[in-house]
Nanobody, 124 residues
Framework: QVQLVESGGGLVQAGGSLRLSCAASGRTFSSYGMAWFRQPPGKEREFVAAISWSGSSTHYADPVKGRFTIPRDNAKNKVYQQMNSLKPEDKAVYYC?????????????????WGQGTQVTVSS
């Protein structure tokens, strides 16, 4: 069982930056593929970024490529999402997710564990 707790959300102006953190419980964090998803207002949850267990493989959704990164620190049981050049359309609830395999995936159905979400609002 893995428990995930996100933090770092908030209100930021367009063009600004935020760093989300996801703290995971459990001794096998380094064996999990991790990802961030988001749910904009009135829309379905969508993939943002994913990272393999070692960090050697990452995947990004097209709208965030070049602006977001997803580093992880296995020693601290944490994964992050660094968000730069934020746009109003990035406004969403952001969720951290974990899957019990080392490979990253972009489908929400591949992830067994989810955090409670953290709100990100970008003002224009």
């Amino acid at each position: 069982q893995v428990q995930l707790v996100e933090s770092g959300g908030g209100l930021v102006q367009a063009g600004g930056s935020l760093r989300l953190s996801c703290a995971a419980s459990g001794r096998t964090f380094s064996s999990y593929g991790m990802a961030w998803f988001r749910q904009p207002p009135g829309k379905e949850r969508e993939f943002v970024a994913a990272i393999s267990w070692s960090g050697s493989s990452t995947h990004y959704a097209d709208p965030v490529k070049g602006r977001f990164t997803i580093p992880r620190d296995n020693a601290k049981n944490k994964v992050y999402q660094q968000m730069n050049s934020l746009k109003p359309e990035d406004k969403a609830v952001y969720y951290c997710a974990a899957r019990g395999t080392k490979v990253a995936a972009s489908s929400s159905r591949a992830y067994e564990y989810w955090g409670q979400g953290t709100q990100v609002t970008v003002s224009s």
